[in-house]
């Protein structure tokens, strides 16, 4: 069985991840259970597999540091993989991302959090354990500023896991180990870009989390990912990654950029017979602001409880809105390809993708930026072929 179809069969039985194990059956998590399905997978076959999605170029480093991430579209499934070497040979780990183009609608968010990419500078955090769907809540974001207004986005990611097809806005996507060496550096090179709009895939580092806050005092409207379970506990995650020294500067930093903080967790509904996010919603108020810069981040429980006025949710609340909500999104009986990344498509060889002009294909040029009603730029998407474009200007 090859890739193509353990991904295909994955899907169709509505799972979240693949496992892939030499020797071992494959395994699908579905609603948060794993079970394995079908035969043992041979080490020659997953080896084969792995080098082919690696490619030829790449294949040193993985065999440096044992391990490798990417995103690749499998039959029409955007899938973020990790290739890893095991003791029983090279192992694959592939989240299944959703089926189609992540909306705070289409994730069963609340309408609420679209008021959060209306700001233009400060830090969004979205917080949770593994796996539950932060990076997919942070597309939606991203996506409602693409279909709302004129920003230059600029997102750095390891792996990219959404391709966004610019609507309003004008969006870079640099995935970490191919279009920059790391987020450091990228994070530095996007001060000198312009951004209006800058998404951190993944704040694991003190040195990542500096520069992030740098960026949210600067003028920018800064989204980013941290592990944590709640609000209060993300917001110390992020002060306690620094040295005790400055952890009162950090602290002090934290509650002047605060835009809002999302922590998420991912529940089955058995009336809808999907898993929806529910969700704590914390505003920096200022109480909020004083016990973030006192450190008393055990004090904000109490006005998360208080605070519904300001637009905060608890896991409490936010579920009782869940229970009373009836239109739920079914992503199954919604099925469209996501957006494909640059170079890679979904539709066959030489076709031509849906909605583009041919002659939008064969050269870009500012046919492609219309005036809208209300004077912002539209910005037409353009498939084209980046590494082609490259050798004609060579």
Request: aromatic residues 6%.
């Amino acid at each position: 069985m090859n890739l193509d179809a353990l991904v295909t069969m994955a899907r169709q039985q509505g799972a979240s991840d693949l496992h892939l194990e030499p020797g071992l059956p494959a395994a699908v998590r579905i609603r948060g259970t794993l079970r394995t399905v079908g035969e043992p997978l041979l080490a020659k076959s997953l080896l084969g597999i792995a080098r082919a999605l690696i490619g030829e170029s790449q294949w040193p480093s993985f065999l440096e540091r044992r391990s490798f991430d990417l995103s690749r579209t499998i039959q029409g499934v955007r899938c973020r993989i990790n290739i890893l070497q095991t003791a029983r040979g090279v192992g694959f780990a592939i989240r299944l991302l959703a089926s189609f183009q992540a909306t705070l609608e289409k994730l069963n968010l609340h309408p609420d959090l679209g008021r959060l990419a209306e700001h233009t500078c400060g830090l969004i955090l979205v917080s949770g354990p593994t796996g539950s769907g932060k990076s997919s809540t942070l597309a939606a974001l991203i996506q409602e500023v693409n279909l709302t207004e004129a920003r230059h986005i600029v997102t750095v990611e390891s792996p990219i896991e959404y391709f966004f097809r610019p609507r309003r806005a004008y969006i870079r996507q640099r995935e970490v180990g191919r279009d920059t060496p790391s987020f450091e550096q990228a994070l530095l090179d996007a001060l000198r870009e312009d951004p209006d709009v800058l998404m951190v895939g993944e704040m694991r580092d003190p040195e990542t989390m500096r520069l992030t806050l740098n960026a949210a005092e600067t003028g920018h409207l800064v989204m980013a990912t941290v592990h944590s379970s709640t609000c209060a506990e993300a917001l110390q995650r992020v002060v306690s990654a620094f040295p005790s020294e400055i952890q009162n500067s950090v602290a002090a930093q934290l509650a002047d950029c605060l835009v809002a903080v999302v922590a998420q967790r991912l529940q089955f509904r058995p009336d809808a017979n999907i898993r929806v996010p529910e969700c704590e919603i914390l505003m920096p108020t200022n109480p909020v602001k004083a016990h973030i810069r006192n450190r008393d981040y055990f004090k904000i429980i109490s006005v998360l409880e208080t605070g519904s006025e300001q637009g905060m949710w608890t896991f409490q609340r936010y579920r009782q809105w869940l229970d009373r909500k009836s239109n739920w999104s079914i992503p199954d009986q919604e099925y469209e390809a996501p957006d494909s990344e640059p170079g890679e498509s979904l539709s066959e060889p030489g076709s031509q993708p849906a909605g583009v002009p041919a002659k939008a294909q064969k050269s870009p040029d500012t046919s492609s930026l219309k005036r809208a009603e209300d004077g912002r730029i539209v910005i037409e998407p353009i498939e084209g072929d980046f590494e082609r474009i490259l050798r004609k200007t060579e």
